[in-house]
């Protein structure tokens, strides 16, 4: 029985190291820095949680084994959505808890003591992942039952008169009204509290704004907002430009409240893929067909965002596949690339897509997610990649997850780093100490040269070189690991050393914005079968 089995496993080994390699080479070399996020979307459990009301031992276990399969794949970032509808997935005065964590808005969880977004913040730094918090900041409910609402919530809260204020009814959901001031005062606030009372790298919106036109429902009546443009105290002839000013003034003041308090958290956006087509904008608009485009229907001037820098990143979804006559994702990428204004690219892909699109047969080919890679990678102006969302990963259609994690994300990567967003280098690193055991070989560091709080390191990288001497930086295989955010003990252990073999080791510091220090000084060590020998003396080096 076993000998019949020898061939098909035999060709399955040689299928998937033929699969790999190919996949390899359409992507090329990973770089030294790539930002590699997914979207966990918790919007009518999507992603997170299976389902409201769980309890708070439940919680942690459905997170923590979400966050060891995006670590297993080597991802660095991640994007959790802790206000889905004007609600909470954190502890608030404020804000309700929202219905999809505890099933009903504004109940508690078992555990009253538990903050999700505190656990979430930590289980994600404890393995080296940037938490970016993901809010939509105009959707109010999902639903129309305002019954359901919470007292807390302001469509309930507020008086009938500044509900006709701060709200309006599009389709089959209640929306926050951006023309008004109150409304924006609201929302930036709700962003201020979440970045002094949490320890997030970051805050996300998504790409709703103005909502998404609906069939059968007329956006204008809904918005009824003419007079408040007539009389409005402005010099917009256009209700579009004005209504796309309310956004921009929400964007400046969120950008400006978190560099007040937090200069080092990043605040992106993650738009509709297409801002406009040539065909409306010959100059700047893309080469492009989009039945909706940012600018033009959700009133979102993101260009702008980029040119005024009140963003530092932008991570537009760009869900189509290379070759979709409507929207080329080479041509969008290429064209996201050139409107930058010096802030960073992170492209959006559409894990859903995979193997379950309709319309576009591109999304059947299992190599369509490593071109996209291969794509952004070529490209100098593309810092990462973001996937919407977790589960398509989790179920692997296309072995798309298995690719990620043995081909393309196959080594860690480091975070692109933001100099706009780092006041001082981090302080340089020295290996102190060499021990070893039979099969590790262990480092401790301190810094001899800390002057500032400014630079303290919030991380640290370590690299090993065969033999004794500097190698490059930018190969992978010479990154040996990290430690975690906040690590408690500036040590590190690696059990891949070989015994007799000779090596040398340097670490490097990050801060939070992922600006390095100087390298360490290297050391020079031979791994001997019951220890680790360092050599006392190192007779120079070249930095590779």
């Known amino acids: ?7 098909p496993i035999l060709l399955l080994v040689l299928l998937f190291g033929f699969s790999s390699a190919l996949f390899a080479q359409m992507a090329g070399p990973a770089p030294q820095t790539e930002l590699r996020g997914a979207w966990v979307a918790t919007v009518a459990n999507i992603d997170f949680p299976s389902r409201p009301g769980l309890s708070v031992n439940e919680i942690k276990v459905e997170f923590d084994s979400l966050m060891d ?29 929202s219905k999809f964590l ?5 109940a508690m969880l078992d555990d009253s003591l538990f903050d999700p977004l505190e656990y979430m913040i930590k289980a994600a730094h404890d393995r080296r992942m940037e938490f970016h918090a993901w809010m939509n900041p105009y959707r109010a409910t999902f639903d129309p039952d305002t019954s359901a609402l919470d007292p807390s919530h302001p469509l309930r809260a507020l008086p009938n008169r500044r509900k006709a204020e701060w709200f309006f009814k599009y389709g089959n959901k209640w929306y926050f009204n951006p023309a008004s001031p109150s409304v924006r005062q609201y929302l930036v606030n709700v962003v201020k509290d979440v970045v002094l009372r949490y320890d997030v790298d970051g805050i996300h919106f998504d790409d709703y704004f103005y909502p998404y036109k609906e069939k059968d429902f007329d956006l204008d009546e809904a918005l009824d907002d003419y007079d408040s443009f007539a009389t409005g105290k402005h010099n917009f002839t256009d209700i579009g430009d004005w209504r796309r000013n309310n956004v921009n003034v929400l964007i400046e003041t969120v950008s400006q409240t978190i560099k007040k308090y937090k200069p080092y958290v990043k605040f992106g956006i993650g738009p509709f893929g297409v801002w406009r087509n040539k065909e409306r904008d ?7 067909r989009a039945g909706v485009t940012c600018y033009d229907d959700l009133y979102a001037d993101v260009l702008l965002w980029l040119e005024k820098g009140w963003i530092d990143y932008v991570a537009p979804q760009i869900y189509w596949s290379i070759g979709f006559p409507p929207a080329d994702y080479e041509i969008l990428v290429d064209w996201w690339s050139k409107h930058l204004y010096g802030k960073q690219l992170y492209v959006g892909h559409a894990a859903y897509k995979i193997n379950n699109s309709a319309n576009d047969s591109n999304w059947q080919n299992e190599d369509e997610i490593s071109k996209q890679i291969a794509l952004n990678r070529a490209n100098p102006k593309v810092s990462g990649s973001i996937f919407f969302s977790v589960k398509p990963l989790l179920r692997n259609p296309l072995g798309v997850q298995d690719t990620l994690m043995n081909v393309l994300f196959k080594h860690p990567s480091l975070m692109p780093p933001m100099p706009s ?19 590790t070989v262990q480092l401790t560091w301190n810094l001899c040269e800390l002057l500032t709080a400014d630079e303290m390191p919030f991380y640290f990288a370590l690299y090993r070189f065969d033999g004794e001497g500097v190698g490059k930086f930018d190969q992978p295989r010479n990154l040996l690991g990290f430690t975690p955010f906040y690590a408690d003990k500036w040590y590190f252990e690696d059990h891949t050393a070989v015994e007799g073999e000779y090596y040398t080791y340097v670490v490097v510091g990050f801060n939070r914005a992922n600006v390095s220090s100087y390298p360490s000084d290297p050391v020079f060590v031979k791994k001997t079968k019951k220890k680790a020998k360092k050599k006392r003396r190192f007779w120079g080096y070249l930095l590779g």
């Open 1 to 7: 029985m076993m000998y019949r089995f020898r061939q």
């Open 421 to 439: 967003l780092s006041k001082v280098l981090p302080a340089k690193s020295t290996i102190c100490r060499v021990k070893g055991t039979p099969s």
């Open 102 to 106: 505890v099933g009903r808005q504004g």
């Open 282 to 288: 010959p100059e700047r608009g893309s080469d492009t």
């Open 69 to 97: 399969v995006l670590k297993a794949m080597n991802m660095n970032a991640v994007f959790v959505q802790i206000r889905p509808a004007g609600d909470a997935f954190y502890k608030s005065g404020t804000v309700p808890m």
